[in-house]
């Protein structure tokens, strides 16, 4: 690796940081004091988090459920408590010099929810506030989930959709954007798998396990790299990582779920346990499943298993911090029809009678992260927090054909990052820092259609917030360097500058409009460089191009917000041009029955939006509305890219009566007819589902059961981002049974 050989820049970096430790006298401090409570009955709620979003800082209530938070400078902040399966809650306040605010805070379980990001900026903000149009799916709603692959969680978001070739390897597209350009991240930094190069990779995840989970819609290529280009997706798994402190005791859970649609059973079990300033946590997942069944019948080969735990310790000190765990994914999926596109040489297919049966394909898969977080908080000088997380990771994916391994990869690489938070001096603040990645990529067998590769990428950032009393500007730039270095091949080198600049104005009580405008640049991935062959989990006999410009992109990003004790909403809209954009170009060919693609550049352009907007007919019932759409071309041929989304819209009631809750809801969409050359025309459809659910909460202990019942129409349906979707239908009638406890 070549660490070595660029250790000017680092040490440039550093020592900007530390020129920048210089004293910043501030006015005379205040205080925020008060109780948290349950408003059922009255019981305090212990180890409760208070959190400061302005100032990034937060506490956690003791046994009477009292917190208290020192040395607050003066001026307007947004308190918001938390705790596990109860709504978080949001207060705002004024702290005038030297005063003691008190501020009590009742939770329940409530419609409205208040959602915290910390992926948009890279420190705490609501996402009402967040310059991007961000989603927060927090720990209620993920307990309910209990798919395998992250495009199964995440299906039916704002603004995504769902990729696949069968339920274990989706994986999330944001406003049309797929592959390379959505960067899949944990905590940060990514999780090295391959599931952005290929249909029938997967994109493992535990959502049980999750405190929450962000998507960041739209180019966020200045804090995390030039293939967020189209967006980000964050798990986030432990909150005490998440606010740099530790609490006291213990908390965890514990979930089984069962689906009838594919006979799937799980279990799922957490904990934390902190003492003084010592932590430790570990958590432990399984998941099996039959194949599931749709209106037609049974899917064959789609069956799904997954294993994954995790262990780790942290010491938290009243500034230093310093985190590691080790986690392990391990599962095996099918990989339905695969089996019918492999073509086999000549030679090869004298050992296959005539008629015989196509293979069945699966795929093994093992992913191993160590990770480390360590760090420094509150030091009162110019940079007020600076944070270094590091991830070592290797994938081993495995094909097989009728148990007989076809192709196998390994990817080993090693991420870290390095942020330093200004204290904010009058009305600036922001972060910089600087960012890397090593990468050994080798695969062996049929699919092996590279070469192996070394990748190298190194990235300066900064990212800035001007607030004035009307109005807040945020800028920044992202100067990144990436290498690709495949044996016996030509060697490329990218190197491109990323900035953006928005702002955000208040227009009434409850309402804001945010504009953003983003240049930012891709490198062309690997497989687009240096593919060659068939390559059955995109359906298509790939031919890269190792002369590949690089992308870039200019967008446009608008959005109106209101938030009110009855109307809550927002509306976004985009507009994306990208020049040389690269592309599978069809020629005309046919080789091991597959159509020849070739991977070309020119101009594109995506424009959409998505709006949600809930309205309280009632203090107990709101009406849901939801729609996204994303219309997306290759400018000089006026042709469609391959798995644009068609438009979507939910329609749905909340009705809440105590801690039962129950949500009824329509989900449509509209038929797809604008289609890339190789894809067929996608009917329209119409799904009604019913959630229901039911919280039981106590001082110390939480029951949260849950029943979906879907597709209660057993309509048939399909997915126009399945690569199946013409053999493999959407799901038929089904329940799906969730239990949690959690205990706090």
């Known amino acids: 690796m070549r660490a070595l050989q660029r250790p000017n820049l680092i040490v440039v970096a550093l020592i900007l940081a530390l020129v920048g430790a210089m004293s910043v006298r501030g006015q005379q401090a205040g205080a925020l004091r008060g109780v948290v409570t349950m408003e059922a009955n009255g019981l305090p709620l212990h180890n409760a988090t208070i959190l400061v979003v302005q100032l990034g800082r937060s506490v956690e209530t003791d046994l009477e459920g009292r917190y208290e938070i020192r040395d607050i400078p003066p001026g307007t902040y947004d308190l918001v408590a938390h705790l596990h399966a109860l709504t978080d809650q949001r207060r705002t306040v004024r702290v005038a010099a030297g005063a003691t605010v008190i501020e009590d805070f009742q939770l329940s379980l409530s419609v409205l929810r208040e959602s915290i990001t910390v992926t948009a900026s890279g420190r705490e903000e609501t996402t009402f506030d967040s310059f991007q149009a ?7 709603e993920l307990a309910s989930k209990n798919a395998t692959a992250l495009g199964e969680v995440l299906e039916g978001q704002p603004g995504v959709a769902k990729r696949s070739f069968g339920p274990g390897s989706s994986r999330p597209v944001l406003r049309g954007f797929d592959g390379d350009r959505v960067l899949v991240l944990n905590d940060g930094l990514a999780t090295g798998t391959l599931s952005s190069q290929s249909g029938e990779h997967a994109e ?10 962000e998507i960041v819609k739209g180019p966020a290529t200045l804090l995390y790299g030039s293939n967020a280009i189209g967006g980000v997706v964050n798990t986030i798994a432990e909150h005490h990582t998440l606010h740099e402190q530790p609490h006291q005791g213990v ?3 514990i979930t089984t779920g069962a689906n009838s649609i594919n006979a799937q059973g799980m279990a799922s079990t957490g904990f934390e346990y902190g003492r003084d300033r010592w932590m430790l946590w570990g958590s432990g997942s399984r998941q099996d499943a039959s194949d599931y069944s749709s209106p037609l019948g049974r899917v064959q080969n789609s069956a799904t298993r997954q294993t994954s735990a995790s262990l780790g310790f942290g010491w938290f000190g009243r500034k230093p911090f310093l985190s590691l765990t080790y986690s392990v994914h391990d599962g095996r999926l099918g990989v339905p029809f695969a089996g019918s596109f492999h073509h086999h040489d000549d030679a090869e297919e004298e050992h296959h009678h005539e008629g015989a049966e196509a293979a069945r394909v699966h795929e093994t898969y093992t992913l191993q992260n160590t990770r480390l977080n360590t760090g420094a908080r509150h030091l009162g000088s110019f940079v007020e927090r600076f944070r270094i997380s590091a991830n070592i990771s290797r994938w081993i994916h495995r094909e097989l054909e009728n148990s007989d391994i076809a192709t196998t990869f390994d990817n080993q690489a090693l991420n870290y990052r390095v942020t330093f938070d200004q204290r904010k ?5 922001g972060s910089y820092g600087f960012q890397g990645m090593y990468r050994d990529y080798t695969a062996q067998g049929e699919e092996a259609l590279s070469p192996p590769v070394r990748q190298d990428n190194f990235a300066l950032f900064t990212l800035q917030e001007l607030g004035l009393e009307r109005v807040k500007f945020q800028f920044g730039g992202r100067l990144e360097h990436n290498r690709y270095d495949p044996l016996a091949l030509t060697s ?16 009434w009580k409850g309402g804001a409009f945010v504009a953003n405008y983003t240049h930012s640049y891709r490198s062309p991935a690997l497989e687009e460089l240096y593919n060659y062959g068939p390559h059955v989990g995109n359906l298509a006999f790939e031919i890269g191009d190792p002369n590949l410009n690089r992308e870039e992109a200019d967008g446009v990003d608008l959005s109106l917000r209101h938030s009110a004790e009855r109307v809550r909403g927002q509306a976004d809209f985009f507009y994306y041009r990208l020049g040389d954009f690269v592309f599978p170009a069809l020629t005309g060919g046919i080789e091991h029955g597959l ?3 070739l991977f070309q550049q020119g101009n594109s352009r995506f424009v959409g939006g998505e709006a949600v ?18 219309n997306a071309k290759l400018t000089e041929t006026n042709t469609p890219p391959p798995r644009i989304p068609p438009l979507r819209g939910r329609v749905g009631l909340d009705v809440l009566h105590g801690s039962f809750r129950l949500r009824p809801e329509i989900v449509m969409a509209s038929s797809q007819n604008r289609v890339f050359p190789t894809e067929t025309r996608t009917p329209g459809y119409a799904v009604f589902q019913v959630d229901a659910s039911y919280v039981l909460a106590g001082a110390h202990t939480a029951h949260l059961f849950s029943v979906t019942a879907f597709n209660l129409g057993n309509r048939l349906y399909r997915n126009h981002l399945s690569f199946i979707k013409d053999l493999a239908p959407e799901v038929g009638r089904g329940v799906r049974f969730m239990y949690s406890f959690r205990f706090f």
């Not at 493992?204 to 989970?213: G, I, K, R, W, Y």
């Not at 190197?495 to 928005?502: P, V, W």
């Not at 309205?615 to 994303?630: E, K, M, P, Q």
Request: charged letters at 15%.
């Open 425 to 429: 001096v009058g009305p600036l603040r």
């Open 492 to 507: 490329r080198s990218f190197t491109g500058f990323s900035g953006a600049a928005g702002a955000r104005v208040p227009l």
């Open 251 to 253: 908390r965890g859970h």
């Open 595 to 597: 159509p020849v693609v």
């Open 613 to 630: 907007l809930d309205i309280g007919l009632r203090s107990n019932l709101w009406l849901n509305l939801a729609v996204d759409t994303v």
């Open 134 to 140: 961000v989603t927060t799916v927090d720990s209620l």
């Open 204 to 213: 493992p995840v535990d959502a049980t396990s999750l405190d929450q989970l």
